[in-house]
């Protein structure tokens, strides 16, 4: 299968799609601008961002707020079209699957440079690859689209051969997302630390400065000419630089944007979006697909070892109180623990149901205490949850479900951890339960989170739940497919595995003069078409 | 040690009575002083007002109920962000929960983090002042230098780094800032205590025997504790800044305890549109803190000046 950059006709492809879609509930790619005459080069573009994650890597970042500016410093072998899921072509031309799925030979694009001038070739990739199984807790991501990978077989400069021990289906989508972009080998080599302080890659911005809590400075690399076949035009990207700053106070990010001081903001809060369209601001919105914010458990620690206690909160909460008191008004309640964007989501229609909550704790033997909060054998019901401030919303959506769970007799402690620190402790298994999302447009992620057989983070037995994550991750018929996550889905209610809250929706606000800014399919932002009108 | 307190001075036998103040020759009597309180305070109603507010601020820390009756972490999600009104006297927050009760509840976290923190640097500081203006010589020198290099660090960086090795949490904050406030305390006490080893009743008790450490206890230290006295209030204030500073910065209790420096960082994001999660907070605490330093003002001689 060869697929050839389209040209012209995407731009009004794109822009006719965005609007059809984002009339169908808000699941679609958003473009901004609509009769702003033909793009402009030049000019910056300032974004200010919530947090940072303290790394530009990559292959290690995993918050939102830092990927909108690392996704601009990496190509990717393949490119996945937000509207129909489907994969298409970026650095790699053409692909071949295996029918057992176990391995895929894809064939380079030429003439691809590295910012530091050395060629992106078939060797590189494979520097690439054999290095990110060696990545730290950071890099939980890349290596769980890799688990079980058995090596890369260079066959010329173009063409290779990527092959797994165990059939791998969610790979090919895998290679479309920012945490399999394609470092140059002068970065892979370096350690995790050193590349979390600046690495060079092909995309159509190279990283010019970056200064920690403060700012990641993005310039335009001249003479990029490889762009996704996604992309509305082909060439160098339209801004010549990029300024993404961190603005931790959402109401500040409002301001900003009010004044002109940015162009455009992350992580709108709700109390900030009558504020924003008053002044003329865009809000471009888009569903996230991937595991939905909410609560997993680490099944190795007491109380929380107890299916009971997992079973009754999952039934404590008040989906649509938080959805509608803590979230932006485009988000919607969980129906499962996949997003309703994700390929193969099944709802699972959850209830709020608080009596059947204390009828499951009253018959596992936890009863109410004289404070109101349930005691067994001398333990009181308290479960410490750990987040991280990646969203505004976190901290009051938890005070939120706090005070739900303490309705039903359950004490939630609420911890906050800084964003630096949130991988080593998860991976150390040194938290009770965690309150966190993952992104990713591929039921896989079902598997990279709740597998034995991987990390493993929320050390969980063995059960009826492993050979579904297992057999789907194998499953090269989408409708089979489909079915076994379905079940995967219902499983992990049934064990409590997850208690699924909202759906996390990324809103951007966008001023006036900034067109061409465009979500990808995991809802993250893609620059290389972005333009001002003022071009300033 | 004994040795260096014979060294001092000649002995001298007229016999001043120990511990008497020399600051008042001739003390006014009870009913004179009542007679003046009147006239003392109308002349500063600020006083007055700031006395008001430390004695609001302390019913809030001991009954907040009184006060406030409800629960500070309860809140009707349908009433979020209501503005200041008869029912919410400052406003409701972004989960509907009323921010005055919030405010009222929070005083007893706040404050006992402020108590803690000033009685670690009045006890620490003071002690060591008080070993340091004693001994004197080589253990003056070396305590004087740590209290330097202590001084060279500005009190919030200390403040952080005490914080990142204790962890977190409302007594961990209390002894962060006490310790990174011991330098100003062992300066006072120091001084104070050298001025006093040397007058004539401390030689008084020395020439008759008095072991060292009864004269150090019976004679310098309530003598000397008198400005150290009116620094800890005065630090108190200043206390309460640093406390709520890094409660602000989420180094205090966890969420949803309603400490006064996490009630201000939780209002941030909503600045541009409910400006009372913020300002309703931060005014208490500026009322507090200048109510404080009024006070620690009054105590500092503003009484026997005013005659």
């Given at each position: 299968m060869t697929v050839r950059p389209r040209g012209l006709l995407l731009p009004a492809l794109l822009s006719a799609a965005a609007v059809v879609l984002a009339a169908c509930g808000g699941s679609a790619g958003g473009t901004a601008g609509g009769d702003a005459g033909p793009p402009r080069a030049g000019g910056t573009l300032r974004f200010a961002v919530g947090?940072?994650?303290?790394?530009?890597d990559p292959q290690q970042v995993g918050s939102n707020d830092t990927i909108y500016s690392v996704r601009q410093l990496v190509d990717s072998l393949t490119d996945q079209d937000p509207q129909t899921g489907e994969i298409e072509p970026w650095l790699a031309t053409s692909w071949q699957t295996s029918p057992d799925a176990k391995s895929y030979t894809f064939t380079l694009r030429e003439g691809v440079t590295f910012s530091d001038g050395t060629p992106l070739d078939a060797n590189a990739v494979k520097a690439n690859f054999d290095r990110i199984p060696e990545i730290g807790a950071r890099g939980t991501l890349p290596k769980g689209y890799l688990a079980g990978y058995a090596g890369t077989t260079v066959t010329s400069p173009t063409q290779f051969t990527v092959s797994f021990q165990q059939p791998n289906v969610q790979f090919l989508q895998a290679t479309s997302t920012h945490s399999l972009g394609i470092l140059s080998p002068a970065s892979v080599a370096k350690s995790d630390d050193d590349r979390c302080a600046g690495v060079i890659g092909s995309g159509p911005f190279t990283l010019q400065n970056y200064v920690k809590n403060a700012s990641i400075t993005l310039a335009k690399r001249p003479g990029y000419a490889w762009g996704s076949s996604l992309f509305a035009h082909q060439g160098e990207a339209y801004l010549d630089t990029v300024e993404f700053r961190i603005v931790p106070e959402s109401g500040v990010r409002t301001g900003s944007l009010q004044s002109g001081e940015v162009d455009a903001i992350g992580s709108i809060g709700q109390q900030d979006e009558a504020p924003l369209t008053g002044a003329g601001a865009q809000l471009l919105a888009r569903s996230n697909p991937g595991v939905v914010f909410g609560i997993a458990f680490n099944q190795s620690k007491p109380i929380v070892s107890d299916p009971a206690v997992r079973r009754a909160l999952l039934t404590a909460v008040n989906r649509d109180e938080i959805v509608g008191g803590v979230f932006p008004s485009q988000t919607k309640p969980a129906t499962s623990v996949l997003a309703s964007t994700t390929p193969s989501y099944a709802d699972q229609e959850l209830t709020f149901d608080p009596a059947r909550s204390a009828t499951t704790l009253d018959a596992a033997g936890w009863t109410a205490g004289p404070d109101g909060i349930r005691v067994k054998d001398g333990q009181r019901l308290t479960i410490p949850v750990t987040y991280s401030p990646v969203a505004a919303t976190n901290k009051p959506a938890l005070e939120l479900l706090q005070q739900q769970a303490k309705a039903v007799g359950i004490d939630l402690q609420v911890q906050e951890v800084p964003i630096a620190q949130a991988s080593q402790l998860q991976a150390a298994g040194d938290f009770s339960a965690l309150w966190y999302n993952v992104t990713r447009a591929d039921p896989d992620i079902l598997r990279g989170q709740f597998s034995t057989a991987g990390a493993n983070l929320f050390r969980l037995p063995d059960g009826p739940l492993q050979a579904l994550l297992t057999a789907q991750a194998a499953e090269p018929d989408p409708a089979k497919r489909t079915a076994i996550v379905g079940q995967a889905q219902q499983e992990l209610l049934t064990e409590g595995v997850f208690v699924p809250v909202s759906e996390l929706t990324t809103v951007l606000g966008v001023g006036a003069g900034v067109h061409g800014v465009t979500f990808d399919a995991s809802s993250r932002i893609q620059l290389h078409d972005a333009w001002k009108s003022d071009a300033r | 040690m004994t040795e260096l307190l014979i060294r001092e001075g000649t002995p001298d036998s007229s016999g001043t009575a120990p511990g008497s103040s020399v600051a008042l020759p001739t003390p006014p009597t009870r009913r004179e002083r009542l007679r003046r309180l009147p006239r003392f305070l109308g002349h500063r109603p600020g006083l007055v007002v700031a006395s008001l507010v430390v004695l609001l601020v302390l019913v809030a820390a001991f009954a907040p109920g009184v006060l406030a009756p409800g629960d500070p972490n309860v809140g009707v999600v349908a009433d979020?962000?209501?503005?200041?009104?008869?029912?919410?006297w400052f406003g409701t927050d972004y989960l509907g929960r009323d921010v005055y009760t919030r405010v009222v509840h929070g005083a007893s976290l706040s404050l006992q983090a402020t108590v803690i923190a000033v009685a670690v640097a009045l006890v620490v500081g003071g002690l060591l002042g008080l070993l340091a203006g004693f001994v004197g010589r080589w253990v003056d020198e070396a305590l004087m230098r740590v209290v330097d290099v202590l001084l060279s660090i500005p009190a919030i960086l200390l403040s952080l780094a005490l914080i990142t090795a204790l962890g977190y949490g409302t007594i961990k904050v209390a002894i962060a800032v006490g310790v990174a406030s011991v330098a100003n305390f062992a300066r006072v006490m120091r001084a104070e205590t050298m001025r006093i080893r040397r007058s004539t009743y401390v030689e008084a008790a020395r020439s008759v025997g008095t072991r060292w450490y009864v004269t150090l206890w019976r004679h310098v230290l309530p003598n000397a504790a008198g400005p150290v006295l009116v620094l800890a209030v005065l630090e108190f204030g200043l206390a309460i800044l640093a406390v709520s500073s890094l409660s602000f910065l989420g180094y205090g209790a966890p969420p949803p305890a309603p400490e006064w420096g996490s009630l201000i960082a939780e209002g941030r994001n909503y600045l541009?549109?409910?400006?009372?999660l913020c300002a309703m907070p931060g005014l208490t605490i500026a009322a507090t803190v200048l109510s404080v330093n009024r006070i620690s003002r009054a105590l500092d001689g503003e009484w026997s000046r005013a005659r």
């Open positions: 947090s940072d994650a303290g790394c530009v | 979020k962000l209501r503005a200041p009104s008869g029912a919410h541009a549109t409910s400006w009372w």
